[in-house]
């Protein structure tokens, strides 16, 4: 059987500029699809964004652009960035893009046909300067949650789907899928939602033209929610390549969203593939959010943290590594400057930089930077490369669960536990003796060869640093595949090893 692997991040709103949470999301969905092509899957990793809406319509208008001017404007915004985090993705998709609007007609018309869309009339409090509607649970004293202005009762013809008539089979789906929803807090609050009883959704617009038409009708346009998560299926060129993409890739294994869109992608999504007859996702993993220094991110208080110049300032592995290091994959979690240069110091100049740069500094010494043959091993040595092959296991399964964390803590157990091995083993007092030499030589091996699996474990996470560790063992640093690489003895040798610059140079604090 091929192995496959389809990951999906949300696509991004381009009424928005790119800010930590979307480098965030985008950087665990990299992470893991850089480690399953290691794993030898063939991966399909999905980023873009979301262009339509009345919002981006208003933006623009008050820009003196059109809407689509403002979209390739902000988009390249995206790209860049997504360039600079070193984001490995196999196509970028774009709402305003013919192949997508193509889709969203297609699914539409079958759900139409289905009967499970039908023109009937919103009604509900309506707030003119939001140009949103609210339901009366809504309100806040009669007035609109989000400006605080007054309201009006007001009617629009609208197009509904039958998300209703899909309630019991969603809980039913939820039910007998554990992964379906994670993490299980995330489950538990979307069974109680769909308990409480699913209403027909309004899925059109007639107060605003910046969307796909609805197909026969075409002074409606469709909302922007049924647009926006069709991205997932028209990336693989539904509706016209059934054997291709299509057929290789879908369902995705994983859309990986933040909290504040799980109803969407759990409610909304599902239902729609259901009344299509299209298979759902096999699962969608919602993270948390970032705080700032304690603080929700916003841009009153100013302190929205911009990726891009954190990368200028530390450099991309160092962000990548503390992102998904720093907190649990699901949980909130909090930025601080203060976290970020203490991870730098200690985990990667510290832990990693001084690996390598020591074991490869005492091999040129010792050996001329020639890797020797492992001589006999103690029960010492025997216990250190007895490590290796359950952390691979355990990586594996880590990476499986999102966890990302905890693979990271996986991987540096083994940093620390070579540095550990170095301070027993004293290479520098063996080197005194030359009937030391072959317990010298013992040492020397293990410590490369440890170097070498845990610069391609790490290479998902840091794949600047992990090309790097493989370059200075004499390895090709392109090549960070782990099938039929991942267990210990894999180092010939005789191959010739450079001694390290330091890896991360370590950050000074005022």
């Known amino acids: 059987m091929e192995k496959r692997f389809y990951i999906t991040t949300p696509i991004y709103y381009v009424n928005d500029v790119p800010h930590i949470g979307h480098a965030y999301t ?28 009345q919002k981006v319509e208003k933006a623009a208008y008050t820009k003196g652009e059109t809407p689509l001017e403002l979209a390739d404007r902000v988009v390249k915004r995206f790209q860049a960035l997504w360039d600079k985090l070193d984001i490995s993705h196999t196509d970028f998709i774009r709402t305003s893009q013919e192949r997508h609007k193509k889709g969203v007609r297609q699914l539409f018309r079958k759900i139409e046909s289905a009967g499970d869309i039908y023109l009937g009339a919103y009604e509900d409090w309506y707030c003119t300067p939001c140009e949103t509607f609210w339901t009366e649970t ?78 026969g009708n075409e002074r ?8 926006a998560l069709t991205n997932y299926i028209t990336a693989l060129g539904y509706p016209d390549d059934p054997d291709g993409d299509v057929r ?90 203060t976290s970020l240069v203490h991870r730098i110091n200690s985990d990667l100049a510290n832990d990693l930089g001084n ?43 880590q990476m499986n669960d ?6 990271l803590q996986t991987i540096w157990d083994l940093v620390g536990a070579a540095n550990k091995y170095i301070d027993e083993t004293a290479p520098w007092s063996l080197a005194k003796k030359d009937e030391d030499r072959e317990k010298l030589a013992t040492v020397m091996y293990n410590l490369i060869e440890a170097i070498r699996l845990i610069g391609l474990m790490s290479a998902p996470f840091l794949p600047n640093t992990g090309s790097r560790i493989l370059d200075i063992l004499g390895l ?15 180092l010939q040798p005789g191959t010739k090893v450079e001694k390290a610059e330091p890896l991360f140079p370590r950050i000074e604090t005022e």
Not at 162 to 174: C, E, F, G, P, T
Not at 208 to 214: D, L, T, Y
Not at 402 to 407: H, V
Request: proline share 6%; aromatic share 14%.
């Open 26 to 53: 985008t950087l665990a969905c990299d992470v893991l699809a850089r480690y399953k092509r290691a794993r030898g899957f063939e991966v399909f990793f999905l980023t873009g964004t979301d262009e339509h809406g």
């Open 138 to 215: 809504q309100l806040l004293d009669g007035c609109c949650p989000d400006c605080g202005r007054s309201t009006e009762k007001l009617k629009e013809e609208s197009y509904f789907f039958r998300m209703s008539k899909y309630q019991q089979a969603l809980l039913d789906h939820i039910e007998a899928n554990p992964d379906f929803i994670q993490p299980r807090t995330r489950r538990n609050e979307i069974l109680n939602f769909v308990r409480e009883g699913l209403r027909d959704l309004s899925i059109s617009r007639t107060s605003f033209s910046w969307g796909i038409p609805v197909p």
């Open 220 to 227: 409606h346009v469709i909302y922007v929610w049924f647009d």
């Open 248 to 337: 290789k890739f879908w369902p995705a294994d994983v859309h990986v969203i933040g909290k504040d869109i799980l109803r969407f992608h759990t409610v909304y999504w599902p239902t729609f593939l259901l009344a299509a007859g299209i298979p759902l996702p096999k699962k969608v993993f919602a993270h948390g959010w970032w705080t700032v220094e304690g603080q929700k991110m916003s841009k009153s208080l100013a302190n929205v943290v911009e990726p891009n110049m954190l990368v200028d300032k530390y450099g991309v592995d160092a962000i990548r590594y503390f992102l998904m290091r720093e907190v649990p994959f699901g949980l909130d979690g909090d930025f601080s400057h």
């Open 355 to 397: 690996l390598v740069s020591r074991s490869t500094a005492m091999l040129n010494k010792y050996f001329g930077g020639a890797l020797p043959a492992p001589g006999p091993s103690t029960a010492r040595d025997d216990a250190f490369v007895a490590r290796f092959p359950t952390a691979v296991r355990n990586l594996d399964t």
């Open 402 to 407: 999102l966890a990302f964390n905890k693979a």
């Open 476 to 490: 090709d640093g392109a090549d960070t595949s782990l099938e039929g690489r991942d267990a210990w003895g894999g």
